[in-house]
Nanobody, 123 residues
């Protein structure tokens, strides 16, 4: 099991940027594929972006592709989500998630979750 703590959320105007960070502790971080999910009020949680242990493979949802960038630093046990050109529809609680077996990115099957960080984009 890995413990995950997100930070970096906040309020930003449309068109602005935010950078979310997720600090991991516990088992060997490089064993995990990491991902970001989000959940807006009244909606189901959805996959946003994922990255393999080596950073060789990334995956993005169509709604954020070209605007968001996921990255990780295995030496620091951290993963980040750079969010640019933010839109009001990006408003949600963003969750960091870990999936054991770090060689592929999936949009399901994540075992460990952070507590979430709120991102609000005003129009």
């Amino acid at each position: 099991q890995v413990r995950l703590v997100e930070s970096g959320g906040g309020l930003v105007q449309a068109g602005g940027s935010l950078r979310l960070s997720c600090a991991a502790s516990g088992r060997t971080f490089s064993m995990y594929t990491m991902a970001w999910f989000r959940q807006a009020p009244g909606k189901e949680r959805e996959f946003v972006a994922g990255i393999t242990w080596s950073s060789s493979i990334t995956d993005y949802s169509d709604s954020v592709k070209g605007r968001f960038t996921i990255s990780r630093d295995n030496a620091k046990n951290s993963v980040a989500l750079q969010m640019d050109s933010l839109k009001p529809e990006d408003t949600a609680v963003y969750y960091c998630a870990a999936r054991l077996g770090g060689s592929i990115v999936t949009r399901y099957g994540y075992q460990d979750w952070g507590q979430g960080t709120q991102v609000t984009v005003s129009s």
